[in-house]
């Protein structure tokens, strides 16, 4: 049961790289979300999607872009990475809008480190 | 504004014993949806416990509890009977249409 999995689960990058986060589920979910998280702020939405070839903004959306082509896939882009940017970032499905009976489930996250 | 609010950064409880982690939120919306996640040292997010906004009675399962005071806006989590294995960071998040937010987390940590 691979669930949701994300590649790759570390990467340090300079200032002004690009980089493409993949994030996979085989669970056939609708709904994928990326987060990242800092230190004392716990999860903040970045940008999620409600079905293949839809996204949507988040909380947090600037500097980041997605894509998502192919159900099963959410992509998450940095054009130009910025030390602001250093996090760690999970990326989270569900069938449908979350509830009880279909909560979120999340990735082993991504460790991204810019200098 | 925050969205969600936990007040406690940290909390110790004694092995066996239940402990409160507080959540408030705010929210306009008449339909969301209140979680609680655990996140241990290893760092994957774990679903605990999910109330809605609709729902009379308050949510459990197994141990853990929501303590749901919705003109309070308010939705404790209560762990019953601590473990070891409890030790963690607790998250509590609300979902308005399909955004979801979280708070910054209580570490809780269970004492022998």
């Known amino acids: 049961n691979a669930g949701v999995t994300q590649t790759p689960k570390f990467r340090v990058l300079k200032t002004g790289q690009s980089m493409t986060l993949l994030c996979a589920q085989d669970?056939?979910?609708?709904?994928m979300y990326w987060y990242r998280q800092d230190p004392g702020m716990g999860l903040r939405l970045i940008h999620y999607s409600v079905g293949e070839g839809t996204t949507a903004k988040g909380e947090v959306p600037d500097g980041y872009n997605v894509s998502r082509l192919k159900k099963q896939n959410f992509l998450l882009g940095l054009e130009s990475a910025a030390p602001s940017q250093t996090s760690v970032y999970f990326c989270?499905?569900?069938?449908?809008?979350?509830?009880?009976?279909?909560?979120?489930?999340f990735g082993d996250g991504t460790r991204l480190s810019i200098l | 504004a925050q969205k969600i609010t936990q007040t406690q950064p940290g909390m110790f409880v004694q092995e066996k014993e239940a402990v409160t982690l507080d959540c408030t939120y705010d929210?306009?919306?008449?339909?969301?949806?209140l979680f609680w996640y655990k996140q241990p040292s290893s760092g994957e997010m774990i679903f605990l416990i999910y109330q809605g906004s609709y729902d009379q009675q308050n949510a459990t399962e197994g141990r853990y509890s929501l303590n749901f005071q919705k003109a309070r806006k308010s939705a404790n989590l209560v762990i019953s009977a601590s473990q070891l294995g409890d030790s963690a960071m607790y998250f509590c998040?609300?979902?308005?249409?399909?955004?979801?937010?979280f708070g910054a987390g209580t570490r809780l940590t269970v004492k022998p």
């Open positions: 989270a499905s569900s069938f449908s809008r979350p509830n009880s009976n279909q909560p979120q489930h």
């Open positions: 669970m056939n979910h609708e709904y």
């Open positions: 998040a609300m979902r308005e249409g399909n955004d979801m937010r």
């Open positions: 929210t306009s919306d008449p339909s969301y949806g």
